[in-house]
């Protein structure tokens, strides 16, 4: 056996090895796709508007502050919208002050003018896109953080859409035993806040009800609450065991946020029930001690996504750290406040457009008929190959396993997750690495016929069918590198597999079929008649 065909067996056994080495265990290096575990598959849309109007009650607290401090506040700030936002009382003499300010400090605003003593602050086009689209990167961000920590395997987060459809997000989770738990986890914004209670004058804190309705609590303060106050619920569970809501007096600013969370985790109260703990940064440590050490005795809320959980009184000054409780929390709860808090919140609403749920038994019916299915062709096309092919079909067999192996390694490798349409993939590529030893087979009987030795059939039949076997997979591999880069989810998995595949297949059916033929010829030089 000369030196070529020695190097040409040993490459081909040193890839069968280390095949064989990436893909065990197989049930630990292939993943199941959504189809074939189960799970849930959903396309959420991102409420852009929130981001926008949270932009614009944001911008509304500094305009005024910043008219405030030169001396040019307005009578009135308030929301004009959702992208804008009207002042009104503006001193007519220093209308042009105004604008100046509002021009240098608040770039992202273009300001008309659409009545005396009025002026329009609105988002320009670009600066409004660019909140929305901000919006829905960091809504992506989150929900990835979210399920990783949760411990999804082979989750698949993408950005769906385009132009003004590009707000959505598909989220498929593979293995998911409880939907309506993470589509809770992966959709409450989780926006949590501190603030002060401010309590209707006259009225002690310790002794304040908060009422059942907002208008009632306007009452308490004279008919309309300050300015810088504002009524929000809280859910209860009254006395006769019905959900009971009453509503709380606020003040509008926000002196901590869930953005100043350094670290949140499930703990327990005073009572040894569910609660959580949390630990501020070292700049919020600061402002919420200077917080509690001026309000001490007053009412603190603490509010999760504009509800309010608990308003305790503030007995001592607190540092960096504390407990949320009172939120009729159970261990599963608290155990996913604490993920949301540590994940950061989300920028904006989430709104579910599709949804689907694949059931366990669903995906194993689907596993097991997809193998069933594999073994029975694959058997019918061994044994097609021995009885046509005889001895050469058994070369053709071997070339087979070793482009299965190599394709499932790279899979392996790879880490790609195998779906149905993978499972297709598979089957065309066993087909076509089928094709191409045919194709091969048949050349080589068409030298013999022809009266050529052995040796020069072998030569002439490879030579012949390569330029057909390159033809035919080049032009398959073209269409799948596109199908790879521009699809999703399963498409893309098919791609994958049909595009390993045919470089498998390549190898197989050129290099190691002619590597065993040449092989066969060395042990046999004189040999006359090839099994065909």
Request: glycine letters at 10%.
């Amino acid at each position: 056996m000369n030196l070529d065909i020695r190097w040409r067996l040993l490459i081909t056994l040193a890839i069968v090895v280390v095949s064989c080495l990436v893909l065990y265990p197989p049930a630990g290096k292939i993943h199941l796709g959504l189809d074939l575990k189960g799970g849930i598959h959903m396309v959420m849309r991102v409420k852009t508007d929130d981001a926008v109007r949270a932009e614009i009650d944001l911008s509304q607290e500094r305009i005024r502050a910043a008219l405030g401090e030169k001396g040019l506040a307005p009578q009135r700030v308030a929301p004009d919208g959702i992208n804008a936002l009207l002042l009104d009382g503006v001193d007519p003499a220093r209308t042009g002050e105004v604008r100046d300010l509002l021009g240098r400090q608040f770039p992202q605003f273009q300001i008309s003018a659409p009545g005396p003593g009025s002026l329009r602050a609105q988002l320009k086009p670009a600066d409004e896109a660019g909140i929305r689209d901000s919006a829905v990167r960091q809504a992506l961000e989150t929900i990835r953080t979210r399920v990783d920590r949760f411990g999804v395997a082979e989750p698949t987060i993408q950005r769906q859409g385009t132009g003004a459809r590009a707000d959505r997000i598909l989220v498929q989770l593979p293995g998911v035993e409880d939907p309506e738990r993470v589509k809770d986890l992966i959709g409450s914004p989780a926006f949590l806040e501190w603030k002060l209670v401010k309590v209707p004058p006259g009225v002690v804190a310790d002794q304040f009800r908060p009422p059942d309705n907002a208008e009632a609590l306007a009452k308490m303060f004279g008919g309309t609450l300050p300015e810088d106050v504002e009524a929000l619920p809280q859910d209860l569970v009254g006395q006769d065991g019905k959900p009971l809501q009453v509503f709380w007096p606020v003040t509008k600013n926000s002196p901590i946020t869930g953005n100043d969370l350094k670290n949140a985790r499930r703990d327990q109260d005073r009572f040894g029930g569910p609660a959580v703990n949390f630990l501020l940064t070292a700049d919020a440590g600061r402002r919420f001690q200077d917080l509690t050490r001026k309000n001490q005795g007053q009412l603190l809320a603490i509010l999760l996504d504009r509800k309010i959980i608990s308003a305790p009184r503030i007995n001592a000054v607190i540092a960096d750290s504390g407990i949320i409780e009172g939120g009729n929390f159970t261990l599963e709860s608290s155990e996913d406040l604490a993920l949301k808090l540590r994940s950061g919140a989300l920028p904006a609403g989430m709104e579910v457009l599709e949804e689907r749920t694949v059931g366990p038994s669903l995906g194993a019916d689907s596993v097991r008929q997809g193998i069933v299915a594999s073994i029975i062709g694959s058997i019918l096309v061994v044994l097609f190959m021995l009885v046509y092919y005889r001895m050469s079909g058994a070369n053709a067999v071997f070339a087979l396993a070793c482009n299965v192996l190599i394709l499932l390694s790279a899979m392996a490798y790879f880490k790609s997750t195998l779906t149905l349409p993978g499972i297709a993939g598979i089957a065309l590529t066993i087909g076509m690495a089928v094709d191409a030893n045919v194709l091969v087979f048949e050349r080589i009987r068409e030298e013999m016929r022809n009266g050529r030795t052995v040796k020069a059939s072998i030569g002439a039949g490879f030579e012949k069918a390569l330029t057909t076997i390159v033809d035919s997979n080049l032009t398959t591999l073209i269409p799948a590198f596109f199908l790879y880069a521009k699809g999703t989810g399963p498409v893309r998995g098919f791609a994958l597999t049909l595009s390993v595949g045919i470089l498998a297949n390549l190898f197989t059916a050129v290099f190691v079929s002619r590597a065993l033929f040449d092989a066969l010829l060395t042990l046999r030089p004189r040999m006359d008649r090839l099994s065909i």
